[in-house]
């Protein structure tokens, strides 16, 4: 198995950034796509930003011109810069690999990160 393991949330003031970064916990044969969803209290869980393996990404509009995605290949990680920060993007944001396969054979399947909170107050 493997885990997706997420790190860089916090507290942050409206018009903060902060950068959210998530790893896979072992070595993995591929990854068809990479994203950040977040689940804020009350709503649900939505897309923010995905990235496919060729580098191609979308955001939701809400956060478009805010918000980039990257990710590393060879090291399987997926990272989510977020710039100017409004009290709406108040969240739990959770990591996802869609389409990863342990090993060339392996069937392709879906995994999540624990999630992260990102608090933005004053």
């Known amino acids: 198995q493997v885990q997706l393991v997420e790190s860089g949330g916090g507290l942050v003031q409206p018009g903060g950034s902060l950068r959210l970064s998530c790893a896979a916990s072992?070595?993995?044969?591929?990854?068809?796509?990479m994203g950040w969803y977040r689940q804020g209290p009350g709503k649900q869980r939505e897309l923010v930003a995905a990235?496919?393996?060729?580098?191609?990404?979308n955001y939701a509009d809400s956060v478009k011109g805010r918000f980039t995605i990257s990710r590393d290949n060879a090291k399987n990680t997926v990272s989510l810069q977020m710039n100017s920060l409004k009290p709406e993007d108040t969240a739990v944001y959770y990591c996802?690999?869609?389409?990863?396969?342990?090993?060339?054979?392996?069937?392709?399947?879906?995994?999540w990160g624990q999630g992260t909170q990102v608090t933005v107050s004053s």
């Open positions: 072992r070595s993995i044969y591929s990854i068809n796509a």
């Open positions: 990235i496919t393996s060729g580098g191609s990404a």
């Open positions: 996802n690999a869609d389409g990863l396969k342990l090993s060339r054979l392996s069937v392709p399947s879906d995994y």
